[in-house]
């Protein structure tokens, strides 16, 4: 035991005596909860708008002024050239031309229908479909609001009209942020706690120092765990910072019990630790530890549901994502801290994430010996 | 018993033997030498010695304790210093060497007199990283970390490889005051002119021993004709002496030719006037006694 402190000591005192590592420490638990839910956002927002107008109208410009004073639109130009409009598009300053036909109020009032013309710069997939959707949401609303105005004259009062209010569970205001930050708190753990040690060690096998360990009574055993303890504590520091940081700055308090947040990151923590063990194992350069760990980050964090449901992958897709700790842990942490689930809802993502552990921890066990 | 006791060990790595069926012994308190050019097996034999590694084949014993299965034990008892540098290079003097004592369940005061000689100009240096040492300091510092658990034998790969030639000479002086204190020794090195300084030396080429003996009686059993020599066009020189008729063999050392001589007719006085006829200046010929090398080269044709 009295090996394990000095081994431990030495390693607080390598951590700390270099130049990046405590800056980087103290740094990321801020850039990702103070600057990442801003970058990481889905929220569309800005959608300039031009108007092609063949004859103005009050009708016309109550809808001018409808899109216009939404927050996720701006108005760029009204013109009655449908050319110059698509030419604004084609510079870039517009995303949308919304055509307003000749007759448009006149059918509109007499025949109770009217059409209107909607193209999308639909280069940014994304964009161009949740501006269509926006844009459907705000003409439905027009509708209802001028339905009152027309009533007397098309609409008899016999139509049924059927009005959705929608009511948001877990995220009333629909917050991207608040979705995210939960998910982007894991990231610090997978870096932190199982990428970090297992560089450590790649690195003292690269100077040759674990061959002069090697040749003390120390065992591969205490030797692993004085590298992975270090970063288990500092992980959870950073981790218990972030949650606070999120609370404080976001207002994100969990829901859920926050022992049960721990609880799945101290299963996650062991699961990916027993992975960057496997990758130090074999590894004998850092060069080649950094370029495997790089390629599984990327992976782990794209194949997630970090930023995209996992569920709106193809199928095969899907399950891939099924051999990813990272989705079950992402995926009970937002269960947790959103909706306030317990250990029961969960037990899926726990069993999991034990799984995982299991696997990984006696594949580096066996990886270990067969190295040496 | 003898400290060490290597029996018909081989490794390979992938297709290529690294060792094959080495056997060899040394008794304790002995000095002993393994020299032989890079790749000849030097430092798979320590990694197999120091624990490091398993043999494929054969069986060794280090203080009667065999290497695989005894590893814990052994690593007790034995001191090793790689060929690289393997100390922390981000802490201080003084911090690696108690690190080191710490890890063997030891302090540096309680061993100090056994590394005192050779740490004592390292003292002022203590809070300095061990990175920012220079090449003899660094050495010095690898040293004392393998000697401050008090083995009874240590293992020293290629030590003075890359030192500067006042610091090799001080190394082999402080090898010779531990062997005093009863240390067991087994270094290797490259250079042939460390040889004689080891009580008894191995001659290691691909994986073999060429020959196990005192350098005395590996020298003494010499027994070619070899004379040294030169000329101001050296490289020439070479040249036509390996084809001259009567000449055995022919190699470049240092600022000499070394050659050995079939014909026992001819004299360095001959040759030195066929020389000068073939054009050769300020040629040079004469008698010598045989080096460790000489003999190495000559086991290795």
């Known amino acids: 035991m009295s090996t394990l402190k000095f081994l431990l000591e030495k390693e607080f005192k390598q951590f700390f005596r270099n130049p990046f590592l405590p800056g980087t420490l103290v740094f990321m638990p801020i850039m990702i909860i103070l600057i990442m839910p801003f970058a990481a956002t889905m929220d569309v927002r800005n959608i300039n708008v031009a108007f092609v107008l063949s004859e103005q109208s009050p009708l016309t410009n109550r809808l001018i002024q409808k899109i216009s004073s939404s927050e996720y639109f701006n108005l760029v130009e009204v013109t009655s050239s449908p050319k110059e409009a698509l030419s604004l598009m084609e510079k870039g300053s517009a995303d949308m031309i919304l055509e307003v036909p000749v007759g448009f109020e006149r059918k509109l009032t007499r025949e109770g229908k009217g059409d209107l013309m909607l193209s999308i710069n639909a280069v940014n997939g994304a964009k161009g479909g949740i501006g269509t959707s926006y844009i459907s949401t705000l003409l439905n609303d027009f509708v209802l609001e001028i339905r009152d105005d027309l009533a007397p004259v098309v609409i008899s009062s016999a139509t049924p009209v059927i009005r959705v ?208 | 018993m003898a400290a060490i006791s290597v029996n018909k060990i081989s490794k390979s790595y992938r297709n290529i033997r690294a060792l094959q069926e080495i056997s060899f012994e040394v008794k304790p308190g002995e000095l002993f030498g393994i020299i032989g050019p890079d790749g000849a097996g030097k430092t798979t034999l320590f990694r197999i010695l120091t624990t490091l590694m398993v043999p494929e084949e054969g069986t060794a014993t280090v203080n009667g304790l065999d ?160 004379w040294a020599v030169r000329s101001s066009k050296m490289s020439a020189l070479l040249a036509e002496l390996r084809t001259f008729e009567g000449i055995k063999s022919c190699f470049s050392f240092g600022d000499t030719l070394h050659i050995t001589v079939s014909n026992e007719q001819l004299l360095p006085a001959t040759l030195k006037s066929i020389l000068e006829n073939n054009g050769h200046t300020d040629v040079d010929v004469y008698p010598i006694q045989a080096t460790i090398e000489d003999c190495y080269m000559l086991l290795a044709k």
């Not at chain 1, 019990?257 to 960057?276: C, E, H, K, R």
């Not at chain 2, 290691?204 to 005395?216: D, L, N, S, Y």
């Open chain 2, 67 to 226: 290497v695989v299965t005894d590893y814990k034990e052994i690593r007790k008892q034995v001191g090793y210093m790689p060929g690289r540098f393997s100390l922390y290079q981000d802490m201080t003097v003084e911090e690696n060497l108690s690190f080191f004592a710490t890890l063997f369940g030891t302090t540096v005061r309680e061993n100090y007199d056994l590394v005192k000689d050779i740490y004592q100009p390292l003292e002022k240096f203590k809070t300095r990283r061990a990175g920012k040492l220079s090449g003899g300091m660094k050495q010095k510092l690898a040293l004392s970390c393998a000697l401050i658990h008090k083995p009874s034998v240590l293992f020293l790969d290629e030590p003075t490889t890359g030192v500067d030639p006042v610091s090799r000479k001080d190394f082999w002086e402080m090898l010779r005051r531990l062997k005093k204190q009863g240390i067991t020794i087994v270094v290797s090195t490259p250079y042939m002119d460390e040889a004689v300084l080891c009580d008894r030396i191995g001659l290691i080429r691909e994986g073999e021993f060429m020959r196990i003996a005192t350098p005395q009686e590996i020298i003494g059993s010499y027994q070619e004709i070899l």
């Open chain 1, 165 to 372: 209010v929608p009511r948001y569970l877990f995220n009333p205001s629909l917050s991207y942020r608040t979705y995210m930050v939960p998910a982007l708190i894991t990231i610090l753990l997978t870096l932190l706690c199982s990428f970090l040690p297992a560089l450590n060690i790649v690195s003292e096998k690269e100077a040759g120092t674990i061959e002069q360990i090697n040749v003390t009574p120390v065992s591969k055993f205490t030797f692993i765990i004085a590298k992975l303890l270090p970063y288990w504590i500092m992980g959870f520091i950073v981790f218990s910072i972030a949650m606070i940081l999120a609370c404080v700055v976001w207002g994100l308090i969990p829901v859920g019990n926050v022992a049960t947040i721990y609880l799945l990151a101290i299963i996650y923590v062991f699961a990916m630790s027993g992975f960057g063990l496997v990758i130090s194992n074999y590894s004998a350069t850092m060069q080649q530890a950094m370029f495997v760990i790089f390629f599984f980050i990327i992976v782990l964090m794209m194949m997630s549901g970090l930023f995209t449901p996992f569920r709106s992958m193809p199928l095969w897709a899907q399950y891939i994502t099924a051999f990813n700790p990272l989705r079950y842990l992402i995926e009970a942490m937002r269960m947790v801290f959103l909706k306030g689930s317990g250990i029961q809802d969960i037990a899926r993502n726990l069993f999991a994430l034990i799984g995982f552990a299991l696997f990984f921890l006696l594949w580096a066990v066996k990886s270990y010996k067969k190295s040496n």
